[in-house]
Every structure is written in C-alpha cells, then in structure tokens.
C-alpha cells in the first residue's frame, strides 16, 4: 500500500534555523578525553560544514542529571560568593572550542533548579517551587550568570526560565503552575533582560499540551518572549503542536531536548532509534519549528557520566581506550538530513491523504510509534522540493501530490531521499 502526501505550496511554515546539541558536564568531561586532534575531529564532525553544521547550543545553568555531582554557583542570600569557577573546568572550555568553527552559535540556556535556599525544600533535587519572596533576587542571580558567561565570550541568545517546569525529578528540578511561569517571565526576567540581547524560550518541557501551554504562555503582547520550546519524551503530539503554531505563527517552537534510553552499543538497534529521530524531526518542521536541539553530543559507553545513573544514548560514544569516537546511526541520520534541509530552508507544510493514511495519533500508550514514511517539503524561489524518509526496515512506496499531478517514489529500508519536481 502506497503512503499518500499532498504538498501545500500554499501553507508556508518557519524558515529553518538549524540543529544543535548540549555541551553538557558530561559531554565536556568526554571531551577532555581525548587528544587534541580528536577534540577537532569531534568538533568538525558537530560544527564544520562537512559535519552537521550545528548552530544551537544548549547549556545548563548549574548542575543537572549529567553532572559528575550536583553543585551550585552560590549559597549566600546576596549572592556575594557567586561564582562559575566551576564551569572553567570542563564545559567553557569545550563551549569556546566549538566556538572557533561557528563564532555565531546560537546559545540556549535553562537552570535545572533555583540555587537551594531560593527553594521552600531547600534542596537542588526532588522537585519543589521558588519562595514567591525570592523572584526578584533569583532574577539577579539569572542575569549574574549571563554576564559571567559573556565575559568569558558566551553570548546567550535565550534563555528558558526553567527546564521541565512541571517535573519533580530525582534530579535537580523546580515546579512551577502556568501562573509562576507566567510572573517569573514576564513580571521579572521580560524586565531585567533589557539589559542583554537575551530572549526567553518558555516551557521547555513536554508536547501533549502544547497548544493549550502556548495559549497560556504566549497570549501577552511581550517583545522580550520569543515563544515556546519543548521535549519530545511523552510523545509527538503532532496534532497539538500544529494547532499551537497555528494560533502564535508569530513566534518560534524549538525543539530543546531529545534523546532514547540507554541499551548497549549495536547498530542495527541504534538504527530504530535513528528512525525516531528522523520521524520526530520531520514532524517537528511540518508543524512549523524553527530549530531543533539534541540533548548529550558526547556520552561513554554506559550514557554517561551522569551521578543519577540516567543513562541516556548520544550521537557520538566516546571510545576512551582507544582515543576515540563512534558515530552511531543517529549520528549519521542527522548528517543526511542536514545536506537535505540547511539552514535558511523554508519549509511548507505537507498533509497526509485518504482515511487509510491517518496520521497517527501519538499518545501516553504509544508516544513513539513512527509512521512507515514521513515528509517534509522546502520552496526556494519557484521551486519546491520534497524530502521523504523511511523509517521502517521494510520497502516503501510514497505517492505525493503536487501542482495537480500525482508523483510514486519508491523508498528503500531506512532511506532519506530528495525528489524535486
């Protein structure tokens, strides 16, 4: 059976503005690792043209799951101990390697948790909220870290006030209700960022309600917001985010974090989770993303480091005994794509057809099932070009509709291919 798409040359979405990944502790304590030489193979194989051409980074304001231990910037209530010494060991070093192959990196950032006195349970782990006393000082504390950053040549482009604002986690983490998002962000941070070019990111948690998170978040007429990022773990939810991005086609959806579950190394397995990405990726854009951000670029052979043994797979595995890397299938599917759909591309929106070609509907039971075939579509000038990927082990045809014509293209097992017309 043919999988069907209709291209909607009408239905402009966002205009591409590329991949990128975190330079967490872990990933910088990887990197240290290795040689000189391999430290620039690595950073060519992210950041150089004939690599991914990654443009975002994510960083971490303070500790989070992948650290070698929790820690803070500070511990005194004005704040005169504060300090980013610890970073200078690890992370801004590899953050001002990558730098010297893409100066014009795009940094986003997030704290995992308020510094723990700012906290009700006085405790970086385990959930908890901000004391409603202590915004204006947290506030501070936000913009001492972005000016820190800058002085060491990092320039914060945004800035999400919280990761994963409605998890408690074994790890560092904060809960915040829609209506202490909306007054850390737009009473406080809108504010005091008018002293930086920096601008906020909100949510950045998970999709199944997107569209009613951006209705809440993004309904105040505030130049300082620049829209809404998310996670993919719960699911898809395609649906809601093309309805979200409908309502506020105004402002960017980044995709901040996305990784799978830790198993031991094997390509053929690694290549289902290569799939994911594809079909979340491509998801993503038809419902008008601008960017999209992985999370670790560089774990061991156990997803590591990480003290809350959340071990998570990346891109690249470090092979220490070796001075080495592996470039893992999701690696090399983000390389294809990326060749595909550069940066500066403008996506239009592409529909599935017929009742035997639904869209799947993502759920909490299934949120990472992937269709047979998805597919994005560019337009450059008068051209439009459509890209479809397999992502099954098994053949595949793909019947696309355009200009009043209808297009058949037969697809092999875990193929992405460029058909122009």
């Known amino acids: 059976m043919s999988i069907c798409f209709e291209i909607c040359e009408d239905k402009e979405l966002a205009v591409w503005q590329g991949l990128g990944g975190a330079i967490t502790e872990a990933t910088a304590y990887n990197f240290s690792k290795l040689s000189k030489i391999k430290q620039k193979e690595l950073l060519k194989a992210y950041y150089g043209k004939d690599g991914l051409a990654y443009n975002w980074c994510r960083l971490s304001i303070g500790s989070n799951d992948f650290c070698l231990k929790s820690f803070e910037y500070t511990k005194k209530r004005d704040l005169s101990d504060f300090s980013i010494e610890h970073d200078k060991k690890w992370v801004l070093p590899m953050v001002q390697e990558a730098l010297k192959y893409n100066e014009d990196l795009i940094f986003l950032t997030a704290p995992w948790s308020p510094p723990s006195f700012m906290k009700f349970t006085h405790a970086l782990r385990f959930g908890g909220h901000l004391k409603f006393w202590r915004y204006a000082r947290y506030v501070e504390y936000l913009c001492k870290w972005i000016k820190a950053y800058e002085k060491e040549g990092v320039n914060i482009k945004y800035l999400s006030p919280q990761n994963e604002?409605?998890?408690?986690?074994?790890?560092?983490?904060?809960?915040?209700?829609?209506?202490?998002?909306?007054?850390?962000?737009?009473?406080?941070?809108?504010?005091?960022?008018?002293?930086?070019?920096?601008?906020?990111?909100?949510?950045?948690?998970?999709?199944?309600?997107?569209?009613?998170?951006?209705?809440?978040?993004?309904?105040?007429?505030?130049?300082?917001?620049?829209?809404?990022?998310?996670?993919?773990?719960?699911?898809?939810?395609?649906?809601?985010?093309?309805?979200?991005?409908?309502?506020?086609?105004?402002?960017?959806?980044?995709?901040?974090?996305?990784?799978?579950?830790?198993?031991?190394?094997?390509?053929?397995?690694?290549?289902?989770?290569?799939?994911?990405?594809?079909?979340?990726?491509?998801?993503?854009?038809?419902?008008?993303?601008?960017?999209?951000?992985?999370?670790?670029?560089?774990?061991?052979?156990?997803?590591?480091?990480?003290?809350?043994?959340?071990?998570?797979?990346?891109?690249?595995?470090?092979?220490?005994?070796?001075?080495?890397?592996?470039?893992?299938?999701?690696?090399?599917?983000?390389?294809?794509?990326?060749?595909?759909?550069?940066?500066?591309?403008?996506?239009?929106?592409?529909?599935?057809?017929?009742?035997?070609?639904?869209?799947?509907?993502?759920?909490?039971?299934?949120?990472?099932?992937?269709?047979?075939?998805?597919?994005?579509?560019?337009?450059?000038?008068?051209?439009?070009?459509?890209?479809?990927?397999?992502?099954?082990?098994?053949?595949?045809?793909?019947?696309?509709?355009?200009?009043?014509?209808v297009y058949k293209e037969e697809l092999k097992p875990n193929q992405i291919k460029e058909i122009s017309f």
Not at 217 to 226: G, Q, R, T, V, Y
Not at 227 to 252: L, P, S, V
């Open 165 to 405: 604002p409605r998890a408690r986690q074994i790890w560092e983490s904060c809960v915040y209700g829609y209506r202490a998002q909306r007054r850390l962000a737009y009473k406080y941070l809108a504010k005091s960022l008018d002293k930086f070019d920096t601008k906020l990111l909100l949510w950045d948690h998970n999709k199944q309600e997107l569209s009613k998170v951006a209705d809440r978040l993004l309904d105040l007429n505030e130049p300082k917001i620049a829209g809404i990022c998310y996670h993919w773990y719960t699911g898809t939810f395609e649906d809601e985010m093309w309805q979200a991005y409908k309502e506020h086609r105004n402002k960017m959806f980044v995709s901040s974090e996305m990784c799978c579950g830790y198993s031991v190394y094997d390509e053929k397995s690694w290549q289902q989770d290569a799939n994911l990405y594809i079909g979340e990726l491509f998801s993503d854009i038809n419902c008008g993303a601008s960017a999209f951000i992985d999370w670790n670029m560089l774990l061991d052979w156990q997803g590591g480091p990480t003290y809350c043994r959340n071990h998570v797979k990346s891109p690249v595995i470090l092979n220490e005994a070796e001075d080495d890397f592996i470039l893992t299938p999701i690696y090399k599917a983000l390389l294809e794509f990326s060749k595909l759909f550069p940066v500066g591309s403008q996506a239009v929106r592409c529909e599935r057809m017929g009742e035997e070609n639904t869209h799947y509907k993502a759920s909490l039971l299934h949120p990472h099932r992937p269709e047979d075939v998805v597919m994005i579509a560019k337009k450059d000038k008068n051209k439009i070009t459509a890209i479809a990927a397999n992502v099954s082990d098994k053949e595949q045809v793909v019947t696309i509709s355009y200009a009043g014509k």
